[in-house]
T-cell receptor, first 114, second 113 residues
Framework: EAEVAQSPRYKITEKSQAVAFWCDPISGHATLYWYRQILGQGPELLVQFQDESVVDDSQLPKDRFSAERLKGVDSTLKIQPAELGDSAMYLC????????????FGQGTRLTVV | TQLLEQSPQFLSIQEGENLTVYCNSSSVFSSLQWYRQEPGEGPVLLVTVVTGGEVKKLKRLTFQFGDARKDSSLHITAAQPGDTGLYLCAGAENTGTASKLTFGTGTRLQVTL
């Protein structure tokens, strides 16, 4: 069964360091989402891509976060410098297209900033 | 930013009991989805409801979309320990070029023997 792949599963980093997460969506899915989830709360959208273009990054803290999906397939989310408050689960999801909101999620990357 | 409030926030029940989780908003959605998430994993889609007043059943789970497409409920009959998890509703809004999916605040359910 097709899955959204994320790596790493877990990441511990010191504050002020740079960290990057990778996501490979389900093959053929044009829409890719990055969400951040604080423990016990609902996911919050950071950025949404349609193919290689950003369609929504209004909630992305652009002073330290960046995201790219250069070839419209896999994607990287970067934080530089990391802060203690960035500790959270970072979830990647994909869907078939812009009007399809049935999102399939990866297992996430659990980030701990110390 | 749309706000989806879920209630209750936490629910601890015994096996065999029934329960209902609510998802409320002041905004109208084109569709609404329910997900279940287990610790350390990503959310898994349970159902999508599209039409106001729509009711969908998935074994012991019954999902309803409000007539005005602003709210939804999830009812579980005869809960089992395997139902334990974080239940999330998510509302979809069409924004021109793409649809935006906004998640609710979550309901953590624990079912004990």
């Amino acid at each position: 069964e097709a899955e959204v792949a994320q790596s790493p599963r877990y990441k511990i980093t010191e504050k002020s360091q740079a960290v990057a997460f990778w996501c490979d969506p389900i093959s053929g899915h044009a829409t890719l989402y990055w969400y951040r989830q604080i423990l016990g709360q609902g996911p919050e959208l950071l950025v949404q891509f349609q193919d290689e273009s950003v369609v929504d990054d209004s909630q992305l803290p652009k002073d330290r976060f960046s995201a790219e999906r250069l070839k419209g397939v896999d994607s990287t989310l970067k934080i530089q410098p990391a802060e203690l408050g960035d500790s959270a689960m970072y979830l990647c999801a994909s869907s078939t297209g812009p009007r399809d909101t049935e999102a399939f999620f990866g297992q996430g990357t659990r980030l701990t900033v110390v | 930013t749309q706000l989806l409030e879920q209630s209750p926030q936490f629910l601890s029940i015994q096996e065999g009991e029934n329960l209902t989780v609510y998802c409320n908003s002041s905004s109208v959605f084109s569709s609404l989805q329910w997900y279940r998430q287990e610790p350390g994993e990503g959310p898994v889609l349970l159902v999508t409801v599209v039409t106001g007043g729509e009711v969908k059943k998935l074994k012991r789970l019954t999902f309803q979309f409000g007539d005005a497409r602003k709210d939804s409920s999830l009812h579980i009959t005869a809960a089992q320990p395997g139902d334990t998890g974080l239940y999330l509703c998510a509302g979809a809004e069409n924004t021109g070029t793409a649809s935006k999916l906004t998640f609710g605040t979550g309901t953590r359910l624990q079912v004990t023997l």
